[in-house]
């Protein structure tokens, strides 16, 4: 039995977007020891993932911290094969904590390079399955993603409802459209029949009060859900409507109808949530997301909620 180590550290979205290469890798390694080496917010979904044998928490040690670094390289070592799908400028130094073993990813004079000179302008999903293809993997097999709604007892809505993440990562003010606009939205939807249901984390919970106000009907699930009750919450969803973040790429994860908001801090053509068949949700897009009108957003209601 040969030991495999696995290498994804985050953010949630990246972490999201590698669920069908780790189903690819369990599939291609079944009786293998399959590790996953990852950080501390991702610990539980790894432990809790049907592909892993176990899991490895990265520290991420500085380059000062010389007895975390000796410390993380002992765990490193001893791979009989690594996939890189970090794919960073610190997991790549991660090839040498590691001594060499064979590795598939871009750390130079690694066995298995991803060597496409055009891997930074592809999206996520095609540049993983790429990387991997390179290495040797055939079959890419949508996973199952039963058991990350199934680890929650929460108890969701009646349906039908609508999702609605209004927040984004504090550091990337830019990726969010205005509450009021959502609050507007929400407005709609209610007046439509479908009740909305705002998620998110703690962070939250001053937007969800705000579209409370305006639509008292609206139920505030902000700061209530890990991330097993997250997904239970958006898979019974009928529809789910936010930003570019990480909630949106679980929603697209669970094959929920979408609509993705993106302003120019990002490009969704690299970093989109995308369906499990690789389909994608609705984008729209303004470099300024102040300047997307809730029109638009409206009018794209009735395409995202054509069946796939």
Not at 47 to 66: E, G, L, M, N
Not at 183 to 190: E, T, V
Request: charged share 20%; aromatic share 8%; proline share 11%.
């Amino acid at each position: 039995m040969a030991r495999i180590l696995v290498i994804r550290l985050g953010a949630l979205g990246d972490f999201i977007q590698s669920f069908g290469p780790f189903a690819a890798l369990r599939a291609h390694h079944p009786t293998d020891h399959l590790a996953l080496l990852t950080t501390a917010p991702y610990l539980a979904l790894g432990t809790a993932a049907p592909w892993f044998d176990s899991v490895i928490c990265d520290p991420k040690p500085r380059p000062w911290q010389i007895l975390s670094l000796w410390r993380l390289a002992r765990r490193l070592r001893g791979f009989d094969f690594v996939y890189d799908l970090q794919t960073s400028q610190r997991s790549s130094l991660y090839f040498r904590l590691a001594g060499r073993p064979p590795w598939s990813g871009i750390a130079p004079g690694c066995s298995h390079p991803h060597a496409n000179p055009a891997r930074d302008f592809m999206h996520t999903r095609e540049r993983q399955r790429e990387q991997l293809a390179m290495a040797g993997l055939r079959c890419f097999p949508d996973p199952d993603l039963a058991w990350l709604v199934a680890r929650s007892p929460l108890l969701p809505p009646s349906p039908p409802y609508a999702a609605l993440i209004p927040g984004a990562a504090p550091r990337h003010p830019a990726k969010r459209w205005p509450v009021a606009r959502y609050a507007k939205l929400a407005a709609h939807l209610a007046r439509e029949g479908t009740r909305p249901v705002i998620a998110g984390g703690t962070a939250e919970r001053a937007l969800a009060q705000i579209i409370r106000q305006e639509v008292p009907e609206a139920e505030d699930w902000t700061g209530r859900t890990d991330i097993f009750g997250l997904a239970r919450l958006l898979a019974g969803a009928s529809l789910v409507i936010g930003n570019d973040t990480g909630p949106m790429h679980l929603a697209t994860a669970l094959n929920r109808p979408a609509i993705v908001l993106f302003s120019g801090a990002s490009d969704p053509a690299l970093t989109a949530p995308r369906y499990p068949d690789g389909g994608w949700p609705v984008v729209l897009r303004a470099e300024d997301l102040s300047a997307l009108p809730l029109e638009r957003v409206v009018e794209a209601l009735a395409v995202a909620h054509r069946p796939r």
